[in-house]
């Protein structure tokens, strides 16, 4: 049976360019920011994860910060998580002022019980091992929604699902290796489907390539490509890089090269 939540939203994920499941997790994290701003900059419980994970990814912060401005037009809760993340970074600062001193007169007993201990990088109070709270969320989508998908093509009463994913842009790499890592028994049928068609797509991504570079040699300069190849670059990125978050280029194969 196709899960009804996903079913809806990978008809809708089909629609867009790139990877179909890169779309769905960027709409996942892009609702989480929208509730971040809206209900969690002062929850104790999402302050501790902030300062945990120290702030957010570089990605996640500029997103945090823009839905906010199009969101209420000013930057009140950026700047309140901010300053909160800015006074912890401040107080473990003042903790290594001392360390500079250390390098120069560091006692030699020391250095050589030292060589014993597990390597500390100095920086450490400045690093973290916890990830941004939105990749985290965006992971946990991203789980579900792969498992739901190979369900889907797995079904053998209902070829809806694998009808709806050969309208799309097909999976990127890295879902590709995700589905490969959890499927399971029962959802085997849908991992086979997957592999045979992405066999097929890249034999001819591959065919379209080496048609596109070929026509760059002096003596094939006038000889117009295929729209499959004029696109076949553009292709090869969606595979390999995923989709982008905002504009995505569409291979309608009408644009000049």
Not at 115 to 128: I, M
């Given at each position: ?45 999402s302050r501790v994860h902030i300062i945990n994970s120290l702030g957010y990814c570089p990605r996640h912060s500029w997103q945090i910060s ?55 990088r100095p920086s450490a109070p400045l690093r973290t091992e916890t990830p941004c709270r939105v990749c985290v969320m965006g992971a946990e ?20 699902t694998r009808q709806l994913y050969q309208k799309s842009n097909r999976l990127c790499f890295d879902h590709l290796r995700q589905s490969l ?77």
């Amino acid at each position: 049976m196709v899960n009804p939540f996903f079913a809806n939203k990978f008809e809708q994920a089909v629609k867009e360019q790139g990877c179909p499941l890169c779309f769905m997790r960027q709409q996942a994290e892009a609702k989480y920011i929208r509730s971040i701003i809206a209900d969690h900059v002062t929850d104790p419980a999402s302050r501790v994860h902030i300062i945990n994970s120290l702030g957010y990814c570089p990605r996640h912060s500029w997103q945090i910060s823009e839905v906010e401005k199009q969101q209420d037009g000013e930057s009140l809760g950026t700047g309140i998580i901010y300053e909160h993340l800015t006074k912890v970074i401040l107080e473990r600062l003042e903790d290594l002022r001392r360390y500079p001193k250390t390098l120069a007169h560091t006692n030699p007993l020391a250095k050589r019980i030292e060589q014993f201990l597990p390597a500390r990088r100095p920086s450490a109070p400045l690093r973290t091992e916890t990830p941004c709270r939105v990749c985290v969320m965006g992971a946990e989508s991203d789980d579900s929604y792969v498992r739901w998908l190979l369900e889907g093509l797995a079904d053998p009463e209902h070829d809806e699902t694998r009808q709806l994913y050969q309208k799309s842009n097909r999976l990127c790499f890295d879902h590709l290796r995700q589905s490969l890592d959890k499927a399971v028994p029962n959802s085997a049928p849908g991992l086979e489907f997957l592999l045979e068609d992405t066999l097929v797509t890249l034999k001819n991504l591959d065919t379209d390539l080496r048609g596109h570079i070929a026509k760059y040699d002096w003596d094939k300069k006038s000889t117009p490509r295929s729209a499959a190849e004029q696109f076949s670059w553009l292709r090869a990125i969606y595979f390999f890089a995923g989709r982008r978050e905002k504009d995505n280029p569409k291979p309608d194969f009408s644009s000049p090269d």
